[in-house]
C-alpha cells in the first residue's frame, strides 16, 4: 500500500466509506430494491404470474442468507478488497446472464448463485465490516 493509503491516513478512511456506499447503492439498489421494476416485463416474457416472478427475489435473499456466512469468514480471513473483488465479478457474471437468460430455470440459477453471492459481499455486511475496521477512534 502506498504513503497515502494507510491505516493512518484520515482522508482514505472516507474513500473507503463512499466506496462501500456506492458497492451498497449498486448491488442492492439494482437487485433487492429494483427488483419490482421487472415483475410485470418477466411475468409478460415467461408466461408467469406475478407470485411466481417474485419467487426470483426470494431465491436471491435466500442466496444471499446462504453465503453470507462464507463471506463473514472471508472477509475475517482475507483482505477485504479480495472479497469486494470478487463480489463485484460474480455480481457482474450474474447480471450479465440474467440480462441474457432466455429459459427460466437459467434465469433462477443465476439470481440463485453469482449474483446472490455477489450482492451479499458487496452489501450490509461487508460495508458495516469495512467501517468498522477503518473507523475505530469513537467505538
Known amino acids: 500500500m502506498s504513503g497515502a493509503a494507510t491505516r493512518g491516513d484520515g482522508r482514505y478512511k472516507w474513500v473507503i466509506l463512499a466506496a462501500a456506499f456506492v458497492a451498497q ?5 439494482s437487485t433487492s430494491f429494483g427488483f419490482g421494476l421487472f415483475v410485470k416485463p418477466v411475468a409478460a416474457e415467461f408466461g408467469l404470474s406475478r407470485g411466481d416472478v417474485n419467487l426470483g427475489l426470494m431465491l436471491l435473499i435466500v ?3 446462504l453465503v453470507s456466512p462464507l463471506i463473514g469468514r472471508a472477509l475475517d480471513r482475507l ?8 463480489g463485484a465479478l460474480l455480481f457482474g ?3 450479465l446472464t440474467v440480462a441474457v437468460a432466455d429459459t427460466l430455470w437459467l434465469l433462477a440459477v443465476a439470481v440463485f448463485l453469482p449474483l ?3 450482492t451479499a ?3 450490509p455486511l461487508t460495508a458495516s465490516t469495512l467501517v468498522a475496521r ?3 477512534e469513537k467505538r
Open 93 to 95: 457474471i450474474g447480471a
Open 25 to 29: 447503492m449498486l448491488a442492492l439498489g
Open 79 to 86: 483482505p477485504a478488497r479480495w472479497t469486494v473483488l470478487g
Open 63 to 65: 442466496g444471499m442468507a
Open 121 to 123: 459481499a458487496l452489501g
Open 134 to 136: 477503518w473507523f475505530d
Open 116 to 118: 446472490a453471492i455477489g
